[in-house]
């Protein structure tokens, strides 16, 4: 017979209160489940492949086989479908929350990694067979409250649309700029940004 044994402390916690949680542990504590489901085709077979996000996670399926799911050390708020870099190809685009400010490996003139958790904007592409990202923000200076894009000076160009915030101790995000974003060879670049208030 197996029996469990939980430790009290002097104060009375278990001893599994006692344990550290990491930043990204903290920061789920605070987001509320989130759901969206969409149909695309990425893969240009002719047959949409489904894309399910649930409490922050995202998994891409066809035919009942996964081809990709996001890391559980990611909390994607929400994606876009579009050709955000203008080369032709459709893009997967999220908003997430994820922990360091950089990926696996810093630029050469960052000595360590910010652990704190901030929002950031990745750009998929489907290559290969095989989903991927073609690139990736650092941690944004303000939160995406909300994304989308549309051609907004009718160039035939897709602009990112963004509805930007602020960071809080509860990873809230309340909309106070709306912020028009154009993509060149490297990256986004900030077109205007005006007080969604005034």
Same mark, same amino acid.
């Given at each position: 017979?197996?029996?469990?044994?939980?430790?009290?402390?002097?104060?009375?916690?278990?001893?599994?209160?006692?344990?550290?949680?990491?930043?990204?542990?903290?920061?789920?504590?605070?987001?509320?489940?989130?759901?969206?489901?969409?149909?695309?085709?990425?893969?240009?077979?002719?047959?949409?492949?489904?894309?399910?996000?649930?409490?922050?996670?995202?998994?891409?399926?066809?035919?009942?086989?996964?081809?990709?799911? $996001?890391?559980?050390?990611?909390?994607?708020?929400? %994606?876009?479908?579009? =050709?955000?870099?203008?080369? /032709? !190809?459709?893009? +997967? #685009?999220?908003?997430?929350?994820?922990?360091?400010?950089?990926?696996?490996?810093?630029?050469?003139?960052?000595?360590?990694?910010?652990?704190?958790?901030?929002?950031?904007?990745?750009?998929?592409?489907?290559?290969?067979?095989?989903?991927?990202?073609?690139?990736?923000? $650092?941690?944004?200076?303000?939160?995406?409250?909300? %994304?989308?894009?549309? =051609?907004?000076?009718?160039? /035939? !160009?897709?602009? +990112? #649309?963004?509805?930007?915030?602020?960071?809080?101790?509860?990873?809230?995000?309340?909309?106070?700029?709306?912020?028009?974003?154009?993509?060149?060879?490297?990256?986004?670049?900030?077109?205007?940004?005006?007080?969604?208030?005034?």
């Amino acid at each position: 017979m197996l029996a469990l044994v939980v430790i009290l402390s002097a104060t009375g916690q278990t001893s599994a209160d006692s344990v550290e949680l990491s930043p990204f542990q903290q920061f789920l504590k605070h987001k509320s489940p989130n759901a969206q489901i969409e149909q695309a085709d990425l893969t240009s077979d002719s047959t949409p492949e489904n894309y399910s996000l649930v409490n922050g996670i995202l998994t891409i399926t066809q035919h009942a086989q996964e081809l990709w799911a $996001s890391s559980p050390d990611w909390w994607i708020d929400s %994606f876009d479908i579009a =050709d955000a870099t203008h080369n /032709g !190809k459709i893009n +997967l #685009v999220l908003s997430l929350w994820k922990s360091g400010n950089y990926g696996p490996s810093n630029p050469f003139w960052i000595q360590e990694n910010d652990p704190s958790v901030k929002n950031h904007l990745f750009v998929m592409e489907y290559n290969n067979d095989a989903f991927a990202q073609v690139w990736g923000s $650092s941690n944004l200076s303000v939160p995406n409250c909300e %994304f989308s894009f549309s =051609d907004i000076d009718n160039d /035939g !160009k897709q602009e +990112l #649309v963004v509805i930007e915030g602020e960071y809080t101790e509860d990873f809230s995000c309340t909309g106070k700029y709306r912020a028009i974003w154009k993509w060149n060879e490297w990256g986004f670049y900030n077109e205007s940004r005006s007080d969604l208030h005034s």
